[in-house]
């Protein structure tokens, strides 16, 4: 009976950990820290912004998110995961802060642009920098939703 009882945690041991390599957990959504989820953009979301924040979403963007801002960039069929779709509720429901976090920080196949963001090398943790720059891009994504937000 001990036998038994033996092979049959082996067996469901065994199953696990094959079933593991078949099935790998998700991905652990990016874990926004406290203090950028409530920071608002000092960057009012005029034309101007958002202007330059097309051109700066261009450079920085477009070879993976693409024009539509569907994830459908040139490059986004080499990655092994999608970018992510700017026109979704989900996204758009983001902080701009948050938004501000995952582009500094990037995840998974996306780089992290805190420090390649001009101007933006000695930000300060938790704050949009000393430049328009993360703002306006922020401004410029938030048109990719089914109506602009203006924060």
Same mark, same amino acid.
């Not at 801002?69 to 979704?88: C, E, M, Q, V, W």
């Not at 933006?120 to 048109?143: H, W």
């Given at each position: %009976?001990?036998?038994? +009882?033996?092979? #049959?945690?082996?067996v469901?041991?065994?199953?696990?950990?094959? #079933?593991?390599?078949?099935?790998?957990?998700?991905?652990?959504?990016?874990?926004?820290? *406290?203090? @950028?989820?409530? #920071?608002?953009?000092?960057?009012?979301?005029?034309?101007?912004?958002?202007?330059?924040?097309? *051109?700066?979403?261009?450079?920085?963007?477009?070879s993976?998110h693409?024009?539509?801002?569907?994830?459908?960039?040139?490059?986004? @069929?080499?990655?092994?995961?999608?970018?992510?779709?700017?026109?979704? *509720?989900s996204?758009?429901?983001?902080?701009?802060?948050? #938004?501000? @976090?995952? +582009? @500094?920080?990037?995840?998974?196949? %996306?780089?992290?642009?805190?420090?390649?963001?001009?101007?933006?090398?000695?930000? %300060?943790?938790?704050?949009?920098?000393?430049?328009? +720059?993360?703002?306006?891009?922020?401004?410029?994504?938030?048109?990719?939703?089914?109506? +602009?937000?203006?924060?």
């Amino acid at each position: %009976m001990m036998k038994k +009882i033996m092979f #049959l945690i082996g067996v469901a041991v065994f199953t696990t950990t094959v #079933l593991s390599f078949y099935y790998p957990n998700q991905e652990d959504p990016w874990k926004v820290p *406290e203090h @950028y989820d409530k #920071l608002k953009n000092p960057v009012p979301s005029d034309e101007a912004s958002v202007a330059s924040g097309k *051109e700066l979403y261009n450079y920085f963007c477009l070879s993976c998110h693409g024009n539509d801002g569907k994830g459908s960039g040139k490059r986004a @069929y080499k990655l092994n995961n999608t970018p992510t779709d700017f026109t979704t *509720e989900s996204f758009q429901s983001q902080s701009d802060g948050a #938004l501000l @976090y995952k +582009i @500094y920080s990037g995840h998974s196949e %996306m780089p992290g642009f805190k420090k390649r963001i001009p101007g933006n090398q000695d930000a %300060m943790e938790g704050s949009f920098g000393k430049t328009r +720059i993360p703002g306006d891009i922020i401004n410029y994504v938030r048109t990719f939703g089914p109506h +602009i937000q203006h924060h």
